[in-house]
């Protein structure tokens, strides 16, 4: 009988012992639950990017992208402060089949340096006659499959006064709308400077 007693003694130490192993596993059952959880959310996070990126690539290679303007060739339509400068999404899709407008602000490589992209006003398209500030000919006739592009800023502008009429296939994009800075939200209309 005395075993038995101590038994009786121990019963409510092996119960609660028994309680806290139940709670132990099931906060390990929980914890594990969080994992599965967790691994589920990684999973879609990273099927995500990967669908995310290809796509974003797209959009910006076919479709927009931004771009910052620096110097002060295009002032006063464009960086009419000293400062940081404007912002300006470039709509590419609109240049798809090389379609420009006189007046458009295009972006384009450099013909002087291709690793560069330069922004300036298209003044003439192929076919038109143009009077030149200071191209080797006064007047140039604008060749098949080209146009013509200078600064707003003239004397502060590397354009087509310097390197002579630009190949379509050099264009980037369109200057559609300003994006930053929020005070200069605005979107740009195709016009020539007087």
């Known amino acids: ?42 999973r ?13 690539l797209t959009v910006f290679d076919r479709f927009a992208c931004v771009a910052r303007v620096e110097g002060a060739s295009m002032q006063p339509s464009l960086n009419p402060e000293a400062g940081p400068g404007d912002v300006v999404l470039l709509n590419r899709w609109s240049v798809r089949n090389h379609q420009v407008q006189r007046g458009d602000i295009v972006s384009v490589l450099s013909p002087k340096n291709p690793q560069q992209k330069i922004i300036k006003r298209v003044i003439g398209l192929e076919g038109d006659f143009i009077r030149t500030l200071s191209y080797k000919n006064r007047y140039v006739r604008i060749p098949d499959g080209h146009f013509w592009i200078e600064g707003d800023h003239h004397g502060h502008s590397l354009d087509s ?3 002579g009429p630009v190949s379509v296939g050099l264009l980037h994009g369109r200057a559609s709308h300003i994006i930053w800075p929020p005070k200069r939200w605005q979107r740009i209309e195709a016009s020539l400077p007087p």
């Not at 609660?16 to 959310?41: D, E, I, P």
């Not at 995500?48 to 290809?54: C, E, L, M, R």
């Open 1 to 42: 009988m005395l075993i038995c007693k101590s038994y009786l003694n121990l019963l409510p130490i092996l119960m609660l012992n028994t309680s806290f192993l139940l709670s132990s596993l099931l906060s390990v059952q929980v914890m594990a639950q969080q994992v599965r959880t967790g691994r589920r959310y990684l």
């Open 161 to 163: 006064n310097s390197f």
């Open 44 to 56: 879609a996070f990273v099927s995500g990017f990967f669908v995310a990126v290809p796509v974003s």
